[in-house]
């Protein structure tokens, strides 16, 4: 049987970052998303206490302004569409001699965002950290899946059952192909993910393993969006044999446009030294890092603010996709 991924918290030899490169994209946002992405890259490199960063720009401008910003990390160029590596990045699967990239086909996240070179990016990674490559022919994101290494995933209905991914694949089935590729023999289904998440509901925005047995998920706050999402996750969680912790919520946060965004705490990345929560601007900011420096009491807990990455649709998770050591 294949194995399974490594959990985020096993070491870690490097993380792949992508770095905002695209100004038609990212418009007026681009310069502060930059500095977000460089202070995410320097919370996970501590100094050397982290893993190694590789920052990704996909042509030699962005190349230019990522080396500025980060000098300690090592920056690649390689041509993609978007930032988005947790999905369009391998899941390095194994550790040490055994590792292999594992890659999936990517279809825009359902169709809205098509973008040249995301659907081909995951093998080329792979190839500057010298790993072999496999692609299944089904469609998976990373950040649709969440898992503690113990073949144990939690996913969503919205997601992995949505027509726009793989419309002839049954629940049954994509268990199945599951266990093929990434060796999960048991899959938690959650509903539906949070309101306005182009992803279709990720569950790295809803529900995040932090130990063996052990998963978070978001209390609503007032007045949350996403109060009934919450609600039914911890029906479905209690009904498992897991332990369930949960983290605030940001609560209800909106664009210049007055529109809802998927904002979450749970989109924090697990580094060697680090654990960095996205930050907002919201009250419950500092409480939510506070939760998790006591999830994570052997790494430092770290808050950065990441209102302009989020301007493109995620956050410190979704940039960053983790190769075991």
Sequence with gaps: MTQAPLPEWSPHEAVWIGFPSDPDLWLADLKAAEREVADFAKAIHADGRGEKVWLVASHEDAAAAAGELAPFAQVIVEPFGDIWFRDTGPIVVGSGKDRRAQGFRFNGWGGKYELAGDNTVGERLAGHAGLPYRQAEWILEGGAIDQDGSG??????????NPNRNPRMSRREVEVALAGDLGFDRVIWLGEGLANDHTDGHVDNLARFVAPGRIAIPTPAKDDPNTAVFRDAARRLRETRLDVVTLPSPGALVNDEGDLIPASYMNFYIGNAAV????????????AVKVVQAL????????LRADHILTGGG???CISQQVPA
């Design 276 to 287: 960095v929560v996205p930050q907002y601007g919201a009250p419950n900011d500092r409480a």
């Design 315 to 317: 956050s410190f998770h």
């Design 296 to 303: 994570f009491p052997h790494r430092v807990a770290i808050g």
């Design 152 to 161: 144990t995933a939690v996913t969503t209905e919205q997601c992995l059952l």
